[in-house]
């Protein structure tokens, strides 16, 4: 799985391909080559689908491939799982896509978020996804960390609960955008230990969610991972 | 209306390749025939939706209640 881009700006060409885009939000378009095999097998994606719900329960309840009941290009439904699995690498970076949708409306506090994920004609394993983005900087953290999490469940390593603080923190720190990055007075403020504090910083940090790029650089931001 | 492939090769994935110079108008034509709408780039399109509707999820906990 490898990133090959991340960009933020209007990309008004795929507000056709789906109609729930709401016009005038920015979004960010993340260009992202998935391994045409393993992930999507029906056994070891459901297993990679409760993993991600113990992090972003919510994720159950998401529209998926609205538009699409007359004929449906999914395979079947699974029961308590909002995803549609279509039964190829594409449910891969679909789920990419929810995660990253979750995340968008949990940290960045959107009342609604929609997203679209497509896979190239060439290389069939390449796709662009798109979603609504109202905090760059939230877009382009959610990206990256979602790739990160989806990569490590594929690879068996599983997720520490201690992945919570990340999610945690960044919220908090989304509630208040002035507060001073100091670990031990942000560890006595959320009555964590300082361990966990440092470690949630450190992912933020290292997914980007500390980018401060200007207006011009976010529209051409590019990111290879 | 443009040439339109439709195939469904393995996987059971039905997929439309639509020429660029689709209009809306033709766009909204598949939508409401059931497809999904494709540009040209692409094979394979899905969508996805989540909204912070806190009053829905308390409705649907409340019903499984009763």
Same mark, same amino acid.
């Given at each position: 799985?490898?990133?090959?881009?991340?960009?933020?700006?209007?990309?008004?060409?795929?507000?056709?391909?789906?109609?729930?885009?709401?016009?005038?939000?920015?979004?960010?378009?993340?260009?992202?080559?998935?391994?045409?095999?393993?992930?999507?097998?029906?056994?070891?994606?459901?297993?990679?689908?409760?993993?991600?719900?113990?992090?972003?329960?919510?994720?159950?309840?998401?529209?998926?491939?609205?538009?699409?009941?007359?004929?449906?290009?999914?395979?079947?439904?699974?029961?308590?799982?909002?995803?549609?699995?279509?039964?190829?690498?594409?449910?891969?970076?679909?789920?990419?896509?929810?995660?990253?949708?979750?995340?968008?409306?949990?940290?960045?506090?959107?009342?609604?978020?929609?997203?679209?994920?497509?896979?190239?004609?060439?290389?069939?394993?390449?796709?662009?996804?798109?979603?609504?983005?109202?905090?760059?900087?939230?877009?382009?953290?959610?990206?990256?960390?979602?790739?990160?999490?989806?990569?490590?469940?594929?690879?068996?390593?599983?997720?520490?609960?201690?992945?919570?603080?990340?999610?945690?923190?960044?919220?908090?720190?989304?509630?208040?955008?002035?507060?001073?990055?100091?670990?031990?007075?942000?560890?006595?403020?959320?009555?964590?230990?300082?361990?966990?504090?440092?470690?949630?910083?450190?992912?933020?940090?290292?997914?980007?969610?500390?980018?401060?790029?200007?207006?011009?650089?976010?529209?051409?931001?590019?990111?290879?991972? | 209306?443009?040439?339109?492939?439709?195939?469904?090769?393995?996987? &059971? $994935?039905?997929?439309?390749?639509?020429?660029? @110079?689709?209009?809306?108008?033709?766009?909204?034509?598949? *939508?409401? /025939?059931?497809?999904?709408?494709?540009?040209?780039?692409? &094979? $394979?399109?899905?969508?996805?939706?989540?909204? @912070?509707?806190?009053?829905?999820?308390?409705?649907?906990? *409340?019903? /499984?209640?009763?």
């Amino acid at each position: 799985m490898n990133v090959l881009t991340i960009l933020y700006g209007q990309f008004p060409e795929v507000l056709k391909l789906y109609s729930r885009f709401q016009p005038g939000i920015a979004q960010v378009k993340m260009v992202i080559d998935i391994e045409p095999s393993g992930g999507f097998e029906r056994a070891k994606f459901l297993k990679v689908f409760g993993e991600l719900s113990k992090f972003f329960p919510t994720i159950a309840h998401h529209s998926c491939c609205e538009e699409w009941q007359s004929l449906p290009l999914y395979i079947e439904e699974e029961s308590g799982v909002s995803l549609k699995r279509v039964g190829e690498c594409a449910d891969v970076a679909h789920l990419i896509e929810h995660v990253i949708i979750d995340m968008q409306v949990r940290i960045a506090g959107m009342t609604k978020c929609s997203g679209l994920t497509c896979g190239w004609k060439e290389p069939e394993n390449r796709f662009d996804i798109f979603f609504e983005c109202t905090n760059a900087r939230v877009g382009h953290f959610a990206a990256q960390y979602a790739v990160y999490l989806v990569k490590k469940i594929l690879r068996k390593k599983g997720i520490s609960k201690r992945h919570r603080y990340v999610i945690e923190m960044a919220e908090y720190l989304m509630t208040d955008p002035g507060t001073d990055i100091n670990p031990d007075e942000l560890a006595g403020r959320l009555g964590w230990r300082k361990g966990n504090t440092m470690m949630a910083l450190s992912m933020l940090d290292r997914f980007g969610f500390f980018f401060s790029g200007d207006k011009s650089q976010e529209n051409q931001e590019e990111n290879r991972a | 209306m443009p040439e339109v492939t439709a195939t469904k090769p393995r996987n &059971r $994935i039905q997929r439309l390749y639509v020429d660029d @110079s689709v209009s809306e108008s033709e766009l909204k034509e598949f *939508e409401t /025939g059931g497809y999904n709408r494709l540009t040209g780039k692409y &094979r $394979i399109v899905l969508n996805c939706r989540a909204e @912070s509707d806190d009053s829905r999820l308390k409705r649907k906990i *409340e019903i /499984g209640r009763i």
